[in-house]
């Protein structure tokens, strides 16, 4: 079983950048596809953006694509979600989450098993 930490969140401006890292162990992070989602009070978790095991394919959700990009380095079991040219309502928990299962992952939060405490990502207007 593979545990998850995040950092790097905070407060920024809008327009402003944040890059978020996602720490793994228990396991090598090779096993698995992973994902960045976030949430907010009353919603449910809303997909960020996902990449494949190799780290070769990304995958966005349009409402960040050319604004976040999504990395990873197995040999440090570890992941990043660049974000720049943030908004107001980019404002969210941010958690990275992983899963077994095969590419193209999954949208929905119910297929990732593991998952991350969040990180606090506030932009100011």
């Known amino acids: 079983q593979v545990q998850l930490v995040e950092s790097g969140g905070g407060l920024v401006q809008a327009g402003g950048s944040l890059r978020l890292s996602c720490a793994a162990s228990?396991?090598?992070?090779?096993?698995?596809?992973l994902a960045w989602f976030r949430q907010t009070p009353g919603k449910e978790r809303e997909f960020v953006a996902a990449?494949?095991?190799?780290?070769?394919?990304?995958w966005y959700a349009d409402s960040v694509k050319g604004r976040f990009t999504i990395s990873r380095d197995n040999a440090k079991n570890a992941m990043d979600l660049q974000m720049s040219s943030l908004k107001p309502d980019d404002t969210a928990v941010y958690s990275c989450?992983?899963?077994?299962?095969?590419?193209?992952?999954?949208?929905?939060?119910?297929?990732?098993?593991?998952w991350g405490q969040g990180t606090q990502v506030t932009v100011s207007s």
């Open positions: 989450a992983a899963t077994n299962r095969a590419w193209p992952a999954s949208r929905d939060a119910a297929n990732y098993p593991y």
């Open positions: 990449i494949s095991r190799s780290g070769e394919t990304p």
């Open positions: 228990g396991r090598t992070l090779s096993a698995y596809a």
